[in-house]
């Protein structure tokens, strides 16, 4: 019975930018509203690699990873949604229930949340790790790459027993962050045309969100011409690659609809593509989601004379989805044929070859590489 004691295991630590190794770390027991978790899978998102790059304002060394599924190890005091043995996913924007976003109907963005900015640390300002003698710090409250990790209970959500964990990580963050943000913040409209900008993991969640509320056109945008077989898989019709186009990719996408489209999603996290799809919107009518993480710092420039003529510009995160209330519905969705992850995942390795999984990731040869404990 390891309850109450420290865990020797291992984890993959960022010492620094660039400067990945796994290591023998230990991990503290859970302190009250806290959960212990022995990890069985983790996913690689983008977000965890442009942390690796320093891209992010970030404390290092750190444990990264952030799209976690595992079983409860044990409990701190007092948490009550969970117990050691329950299947659970990690999340990278909690749910306390308490604070403006969670009091409110449409808030998603809980206060608790360290993501944006990241301290690295628990909510009592430290850490449950510890290297060699020092100080590890968290990423996101959530650390998946990681035998065992430490995470708040109102990060944690409850999931159904007969869930496969070998897969199931994805609904951690990709599925409902893409998904989501098509269904449930956009709603996309049966016969609508859309264009989605980056066919990662989180532009083809996208797209099948696309697809399961019945969008008739969708564009898809990459310079990585390996994901067209894939997007079109899932119910991509047209492919563009702006590295092959003679005019930008906004006007390419404007004639090709005549009049701009329905819904844009941006699924990269750079200024350059969240401009252009607004610019792929209809003036009038258009709704235009941002869904990718920009670097630190980073300004979004718009065409000041022509947004009064109706558009809409939002950003959305997992989804716009409560975590708790709402993702472990997305996991028995899955198992009940509703919804359907598995194109999702490319690859799974096992943990011991992170730095290959982060080979193929870097050489865009996969949508979704899982790790597996
Ligand atoms: N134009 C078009 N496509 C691009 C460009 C560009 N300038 N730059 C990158 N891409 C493509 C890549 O080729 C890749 O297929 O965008 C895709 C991004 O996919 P991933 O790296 O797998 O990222 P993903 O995990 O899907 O996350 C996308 O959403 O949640 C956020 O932080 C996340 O900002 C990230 C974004
Ligand atoms: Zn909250």
Known sequence: DTAGKIITCRAAIAWAANSLSIEKVQV????????????????ICSSDDHILKGLFPANFPLI????????????????????????VLTLPIPQCRECSS????????????????????????????????????????????????????IAVAKIDDAAPMDKICVISCAVPTGY????????????????????????????????????????????????????????????????????PVQEVVMEMTGVGVDFAFEAIGLPETMTAAWDCCHLSYGVCVIIGMAPHNSQLSL??????????LKGVVLGGYKT???VPQLVTDYLQNKIN???LITHQLPFEQLHKAFELYHAGKTIRCVLLF
């Open 28 to 43: 503290e027991p859970p302190k009250a509203g806290e959960v212990r978790i022995k990890m069985t899978s983790s996913g």
């Open 341 to 343: 992850i598995d194109p």
């Open 180 to 247: 989501g943000a098509a269904v449930h913040s956009a709603k996309v409209t049966p016969g609508s045309t859309c264009v989605i900008f980056g066919l990662g993991g989180v532009g083809l969640a996208i797209v099948m969100g696309c697809k399961a509320s019945g969008a008739a056109r969708i564009i898809g945008v990459d310079i990585n011409e390996k994901k067209f077989p894939w997007a079109r898989a899932l119910g991509v019709t047209d492919c563009l690659n702006p590295q092959n186009l003679k005019k």
């Open 303 to 312: 065409d000041a004379t022509k947004v009064t003529t109706g558009r809409t």
């Open 324 to 326: 708790r209330d709402c």
């Open 102 to 153: 969670c009091l409110h109907p449409k808030g998603n963005f809980c206060e608790k949340q360290d993501v944006l900015p990241s301290s690295g640390l628990m909510l009592d300002g430290t850490s449950r790790f510890t290297c060699k003698g020092e100080k590890i710090y968290h990423s996101f409250g959530t650390s998946t790459f990681s035998e065992y990790t430490v995470v708040h209970e």
């Open 64 to 87: 990264p990873g952030h799209e976690g599924a595992g079983i409860v190890e044990s409990i701190g005091k007092g948490v009550r949604s969970v117990k050691p043995g329950d299947k």
